[in-house]
């Protein structure tokens, strides 16, 4: 019986301990029922409704994988969504980081002004989703758009940007770099410059390397777990492409912008095909994770960790 007892007061604490915990789960308690409602409640409940035909109005019937059968062998607007996303995103990180890196090293040089600059590189970064893509469908009206406009003062007939299918993702590939050169991934990159010691460059400069040497040979390799953290973060976001095509586009014209996620949305809140929507947010999930995981072993490969 006394090891019972010891061993119970061993597992509860002292009454203090005990007041103490029971404080700390008092604190964390909000969040915990939030996440139970607001995050981990909806997962479930999406899984489940993925297996299931639910448009809403009714109960749920359940339909096994009928749903994923679907999305991969009947819907006919499912693999022209997801390789328009692809296309759209290879773009966009490729060029968006590139960009990124490029504004980041000219507005960490030495020059008059640098705190101007960076303030101004900015700010696009600071303007909402909405804004942007309102101010963007103006700019890129054929007729009366600023783009458009100061290209014919050269002589240049402008394209139809969003109205025309070959130039409408384009279109959209431009709005998101404008969006994304500055902001938080060209901070993160101008943070991951400033971290390189000066030491190895001076160290480079006697040794007779040049700028682009030391760039390649010192600036790349020291910086890469930056660069990997950008291009995680810039194919899940061009992945999840939706606010600016939704309000720019619509999808248009003639489904040249149905990027996968305005193909859920439409499924979901216009069809009311609430199961199948959740079936494809699931296998976004899936694809998400995957392309995820395989770039976190590629990295293995490329970036290089200066205390590992």
Do not use: C
């Not at 290879?90 to 960490?108: D, K, M, R, T």
């Amino acid at each position: 019986m006394s090891t019972a007892k010891s061993t119970q007061r061993g597992w509860l604490g002292s009454p203090l301990q005990r007041r103490e915990a029971i404080e700390g789960y008092l604190w964390i308690s909000p969040w915990v029922i939030g996440f139970l409602i607001f995050s981990l409640g909806p997962i479930i409940a999406s899984a489940y409704l993925s297996l299931t035909e639910y448009k809403i109005a009714g109960t749920p019937v359940w339909i096994g994988l009928e749903n994923y059968r679907q999305a991969f062998f009947v819907d006919k607007q499912f693999w022209p969504s997801l390789w328009r996303t692809v296309y759209y995103s290879v773009a966009l990180v490729v060029l968006g980081v590139s960009l990124s890196l490029a504004a980041a090293i000219l507005l960490n040089q030495n020059i008059k002004g640098r705190a101007f600059y960076r303030a101004l590189y900015y700010l696009p970064s600071l303007t909402p989703v909405v804004a942007l893509a309102i101010l963007w469908r103006w700019l890129l009206q054929p007729q009366v758009g600023l783009v458009n406009s100061l290209l014919y003062q050269v002589g240049i007939q402008g394209p139809g940007w969003l109205t025309d299918r070959e130039w409408a993702i384009p279109a959209l590939i431009m709005v998101g770099l404008w969006a994304s050169i500055g902001g938080g991934r060209m901070i993160i990159f101008l943070a991951g410059l400033q971290g390189v010691p000066k030491e190895l460059f001076e160290s480079a400069e006697i040794d007779g390397a040049n700028a682009i040497q030391r760039f390649f040979n010192i600036t790349l390799p020291l910086i890469s777990p930056v660069i990997f953290f950008n291009v995680i973060l810039g194919v899940i976001g061009s992945f999840s492409v939706f606010s600016v095509a939704y309000i720019a586009t619509e999808g248009g014209p003639n489904y040249a912008t149905w990027f996968y996620m305005l193909h859920l949305y439409y499924n979901a809140f216009s069809y009311f095909q609430m199961g199948y929507a959740s079936a494809l947010a699931w296998i976004f999930f899936l694809i998400i994770f995957v392309l995820s995981f395989i770039q976190i072993k590629l990295s293995n490969r490329w970036v290089y960790y200066e205390f590992s």
